[in-house]
């Protein structure tokens, strides 16, 4: 099975998956996360520098799409992120990925939580944290 960590630097688990700066992407392995390799994030708005407003609030981009960020985690069957919001849990559902929510910060550290199955599934509302 291959799984994302969304990150901020490859090291460390990103806040916002909108804004992060890539994926770091694991195989399963032996019951084990083997990192396979980092996927840039060139995928959302936000890496783009398309929103606007005060931190990004709004988007110039309107109701922004998914399908860019979902068509590159395309091979994955999981997204692991510290945020994200509702519609890119919805987008990322009905493409069959499942996001997972982690409170810790290493980007190795949450792959094997997510590995051992000590993740929780994101819910409807996500985090709260804009899509």
């Given amino acids: 099975m291959r799984f994302a960590v969304a990150t901020d ?13 890539g994926f770091a992407v694991f195989d399963v392995v032996n019951q084990n996360p083997i990192r396979v390799e980092f996927r840039r994030n060139t ?19 309107g109701h922004s799409s998914h399908e ?3 068509e ?3 091979d994955c069957r999981a997204l692991v992120t510290r945020g994200l919001g509702p519609r ?5 559902a009905a493409r069959q990925i499942e996001p997972y929510l982690c409170d810790c910060e290493a980007v190795d550290e949450a792959a094997v939580l997510f590995v051992r199955g000590q993740l929780p599934r994101a819910g409807s509302s996500g985090c709260g944290c804009p899509g």
Wanted: net charge positive.
């Fill in 88 to 92: 890119l849990v919805a987008d990322l």
């Fill in 43 to 61: 995928f959302t708005a936000h890496a783009a520098g398309q929103c606007i407003g005060p931190g990004g609030a709004g988007h110039a981009h």
């Fill in 9 to 21: 630097d490859g090291t460390r688990v990103a806040r916002h998956t909108g804004r992060c700066g």
């Fill in 72 to 74: 590159a985690l395309r």
């Fill in 68 to 70: 860019d960020l979902i």
